[in-house]
């Protein structure tokens, strides 16, 4: 198996270097880089190449979501990002996705829990806590359906969606429904535009609550 190359920002050091004695024990992990703050941790996202971010909320400078939001303003991040955070609030759940994460996990995790988030998202599925999914669908049980925006789109523009939805990008899409990247290109924009979004974070969470995203893994 190709070794997965890791980040780590958190603003705790015994953290950071618990993480990475146990995923290097894997075998398969590498940790390339780890930050202490938020600043720092945009600085080395920049320097270095990781496969993903294993990123915390609570940290000085910039905190998780500050960070997202930044990461999340370059349209061509080829990196995935897995929250890991002591918060159990269903409202810290919901802004991530809403800012745009891969994964969502609680460090009062088991290991084995956070190895699994990190092999799902790398494959560019979208991960949530176990126990967090029965408040989060209630959450999403508040929502109305948007029945008129999803019958407009085509199957194939459906297809697209449910795939911009777990984070993959076009090149990627592109590959996995063996179309043209331009192709692709075209029925992000059509879909933008029919759903009434402006990028492709607003797409997922149109996604996720019209239940086109399994979140359970």
Known sequence: MEVIKLMLADDHAIVREGLKHLLELEGVFQVIAEAGDGVECLKLIEEQSPDLLILDITMPQKNGFEVLEELNKNSDRKFRILILTGHKELECLLKAIEIGVDGF???????????????????????????????????????????????????????????????????????????????????????????????????????IRNCLVDVNG
């Open 105 to 207: 996990i609680l460090k009062s995790s088991e290991f084995d829990e956070l190895k699994k988030a990190i092999f799902m998202v790398i494959r560019g599925e979208v991960y949530i806590q176990p126990n967090l999914i029965p408040k989060f669908e209630r959450k999403m049980a508040d929502y109305v359906m948007d029945t008129d925006k999803l019958n407009s789109l085509t199957k194939r523009e459906l297809d697209v969606l449910k795939h911009v939805a777990v984070g993959m990008y076009n090149k990627e899409i592109a590959m996995k429904l063996e179309i043209s990247e331009r192709t692709v290109k075209n029925h992000v924009s059509n879909i933008f535009k029919k759903i009434g979004v402006a990028d492709r974070t607003q797409a997922a969470v149109f996604a």
